[in-house]
């Protein structure tokens, strides 16, 4: 891993799940981790109620992209999250792969995404501190 590891979420749509850790690891881990995500298959624009979700908590993700995974974007990361992707996620040898068993917000109330986003946040911190080896923010 380099110095200051680079971290990839991926989810199909890049709009909820992986919006979310990206939102929470750069809050959590400020500087100290590169952050970036992706969809196999980008939406338009974030789950509204992800944004929702986590403006709750503190986190502003309104203005955020969903992207396109790209080759260049599992090569440059030295950890890759993914969540749901399935078979649609690049694989390279060296990378370290975890897969988030998470529920998926598209089309979810409020109500139910915001299990989903606390799912995601202690993912996330327990992610920060191994990376980081240090606490993390709350």
């Known amino acids: 891993m380099t110095t200051k590891p680079a971290v990839l979420f991926v989810c199909v749509h890049n709009a909820g799940r992986s919006q979310m850790a990206a939102g929470f690891l750069r809050h959590l881990a400020d500087d100290r981790v590169d952050v970036f995500s992706a969809g196999?298959?980008?939406?338009?624009h974030v789950n509204p109620v992800a944004v929702q979700a986590m403006a709750e908590v503190g986190i502003d993700i309104a203005g955020e992209q969903p992207e396109v995974l790209t080759t260049d974007a599992v090569r440059q990361a030295d950890v890759v999250v993914t969540m749901g992707c399935g078979d649609a996620c690049p694989v390279f040898p060296g990378k370290r792969y975890e897969d988030w068993d998470l529920a998926d917000p598209a089309g979810q109330p409020l109500e139910a995404v915001r299990p989903i986003r606390d799912?995601?946040?202690r993912r996330v911190?327990?992610?920060v501190a191994e990376l980081t080896e240090q606490p993390t923010r709350t």
């Open 125 to 127: 911190q327990a992610l």
């Open 119 to 121: 799912d995601v946040h």
């Open 40 to 44: 196999s298959e980008p939406a338009e």
